[in-house]
């Protein structure tokens, strides 16, 4: 089974970057997507971007696209979200998803793991 461990969040001002990694262990497919979704407090789990760990296509949402980057290195299972320009609304926690089939990837239902998340604060 695939586990995952997220790393590199904190706190950073509005305008700053920072890079998160996460490391997967286990078996990954050629179908394998795996992506980011954050959750802000009282707010729900959404959809930041994801990637095809075969041939590298990306998604994003429209609320990151231009500052975010989403990028894998297949020789160290790892996946990495380099984020440019926050903004006090990117302040949430971040996690890292493994979708199997690589179906429907700004569904959470579709994902069957999950990190357990590293805390994102941008201040202003």
């Known amino acids: 089974q695939v586990q995952l461990v997220e790393s590199g969040g904190g706190l950073v001002q509005a305008g700053g970057s920072l890079r998160l990694s996460c490391a997967a262990s286990?078996?990954?497919?050629?179908?394998?997507?795996m992506s980011w979704f954050r959750q802000a407090p009282g707010k729900e789990r959404e959809f930041v971007a994801a990637?095809?760990?075969?041939?590298?296509?990306?998604d994003y949402a429209d609320s990151v696209k231009g500052r975010f980057t989403i990028s894998r290195d297949n020789a160290k299972n790892t996946m990495y979200l380099q984020m440019n320009s926050l903004k006090p609304e990117d302040t949430a926690v971040y996690y890292c998803?493994?979708?199997?089939?690589?179906?429907?990837?700004?569904?959470?239902?579709?994902?069957?793991?999950w990190g357990q998340g590293t805390q994102v604060t941008v201040s202003s």
């Open positions: 998803a493994h979708n199997r089939w690589g179906l429907a990837v700004t569904s959470i239902d579709r994902y069957d793991r």
């Open positions: 286990g078996r990954t497919f050629s179908s394998t997507v």
């Open positions: 990637i095809r760990w075969s041939g590298g296509s990306t």
